[in-house]
């Protein structure tokens, strides 16, 4: 058996040995299934930057550009932060550059991973499929709010414990609770995550949709990794 | 209505505003369960220390000293941080000077807090009921292990969010997460966290007849809180 582990909280990643493990990093509402949804779709590759300025000027060598900050579009992007945009028949073949309040800095965080994977409900077989074709343990980074621990991260994280349950046991506490939270929550995760603090501050912005879209599971068998700077499909 | 929130390590504590709030410091197994145990059956004060050699130094003074690093006693002290050590008869009247690993450090960075109290499953209704009678907003401050969320003290958090759900709402998610898995678990508390990281770190050490003692609910009907650096009985 292998070993997953879960962190909450980018605030906590120094608690974790990364090197060598598998990190997925997750943010529902919405970065990662944004990322999942646009490669899934067609997007050829995708620039996670903490930086506004920098990921801003990406414009000009060619990438469309994607902008979120507490939630809403930055002035001045291509595209805000929801998925709908990210699958828009028009990225086909295109790179985009994106940065997002809390997932790009999760990945950020996490480079002395051996691989970074972006784990979303939409695609959670799929990562659960392509971490047992390894002998690698674990560590599911939850991109939370502003540091601050959710719902939606943790549930995810309690997913992906339940699908790897035959090849990864749990490291410590964490993952342990947040399974039993998922295996009572998961017949019913909209109802649950539509009442989450995000899910609300995102509803005064009219994302009611982006939100039941991002609940749903397997809707894509994609990996998407980080390789050289860019997300891209695994294989 | 006023609000509760729940604070999982000490080390997300910049993300909460404590002034003005009370704080319930937690740490289930062992600081906090010892500071009701000692004070419910005749200790006359309780001073929390975060640093070893300070808390030694007391003894001159008079104190009996509780001194424990990574779940064992601390090699000068009176006593280690087994609830069975502060029940001890020699020590009604007595003051008890105590560092650990943990907990200590929680109370520490609570201090700007308008008030602190010791919360453990063993006077769980004594500070709902305590709480209810003040009209404040509430921080439950997990101990968690040496910065890692645990299960114990999470547990803690949810079963005062049960218990004062009439006077007080979740502040986030977190309250929220921890209540549902509390009300999962709460008829078998000790099958759950006698399997926690912590309880299994323990369990070599010996103390599982703490444990056992350490998970049950409402042992006690008192209340300790923190007035001039010390830990004393409510009212």
Wanted: charged share 25%.
């Amino acid at each position: 058996m292998r070993n997953i582990d879960v962190c909450l909280s980018p605030e906590l990643i120094h608690q974790y040995e990364l090197k060598g493990k598998i990190v997925v990093v997750v943010d529902i509402l919405r970065a990662t299934s944004c990322m999942v949804s646009g490669l899934a779709t067609g997007v050829a590759a995708i620039k996670p930057l903490a930086d506004v300025d920098i990921c801003k000027g990406l414009k000009q060598e060619g990438y469309f550009t994607a902008g979120e900050r507490n939630g809403s579009k930055v002035e001045g992007f291509d595209m805000g932060n929801s998925p709908f945009e990210y699958m828009e028949p028009h990225l086909k073949g295109q790179k985009v550059a994106v940065t997002t309040t809390n997932g790009t800095l999760a990945i950020e965080k996490s480079k002395t991973a051996d691989q970074i994977v972006i784990g979303a409900f939409l695609n959670l077989t799929a990562v659960a499929k392509y971490i047992q074709q390894q002998d690698k343990d674990v560590v599911v980074v939850c991109a939370a709010w502003k540091g601050k621990v959710n719902l939606e991260d943790s549930l995810f994280a309690g997913a992906l414990v339940e699908r790897l349950a035959a090849s990864h046991q749990p490291e410590c506490d964490v993952p342990r609770m947040m399974v039993k939270l998922y295996q009572i929550e998961k017949n019913d995760l909209f109802t649950f995550v539509k009442e989450s603090s995000h899910a609300r501050r995102l509803n005064k912005l009219d994302v009611f949709k982006d939100i039941e879209f991002c609940v749903q599971e397997d809707t894509f068998d994609i990996v998407p990794v980080l390789r050289d700077g860019h997300l891209v499909l695994a294989g």
